[in-house]
């Protein structure tokens, strides 16, 4: 794989509760999709998997260099499947990405009860 961009994230998961807090369903929906609300609602520590899939967004927003290219939060959904999390891009994302060159994704996250931390990989085959 050739390697096209990297991006990393690290952000407070303290952060993210004051932000879901203060802005509710409309910071819900301008972020997540209805997927990952579910899936992180399921959790029992929700506000983490909130952090990690905004990390994950973040890394990916500079993975793929996609400011000032009309990418939505919402376009870059985290998914989980049986061999684990993985990217998928939709919309302007996937446009975006794929004007790139870029036909892969790769994830990797970390955290902990205060952190939430992402690193993505974006490459050609």
């Known amino acids: 794989m050739e390697i096209v961009g990297i991006g990393t994230e690290i952000i407070e998961c303290v ?3 004051k932000m879901i ?3 509710g369903e409309m910071f819900l929906e301008r972020v997540y999709t209805p997927d990952e609300v579910e899936y992180c609602c399921e959790r029992a520590s929700a506000i983490q998997h909130y952090a990690a899939r905004w990390a994950a967004k973040e890394a990916t927003m ?3 260099a996609a ?3 009309g990418v939505r939060w919402n376009e870059i ?3 989980v499947d049986s061999v ?3 990217l998928h891009l939709r919309g302007n994302a996937a446009r975006w990405s794929e004007s ?3 036909d892969e994704l790769r994830l990797s996250l970390g955290g902990c009860r205060t952190h939430a ?3 993505v990989i974006a490459g050609r085959k």
């Open 15 to 17: 952060r993210i509760a």
């Open 21 to 23: 807090e203060r802005h």
């Open 62 to 64: 500079k993975a793929i």
């Open 67 to 69: 400011r000032g290219h």
């Open 77 to 79: 959904e985290i998914q």
């Open 84 to 86: 684990g999390q993985r």
């Open 100 to 102: 790139l060159g870029i």
């Open 117 to 119: 931390t992402a690193f």
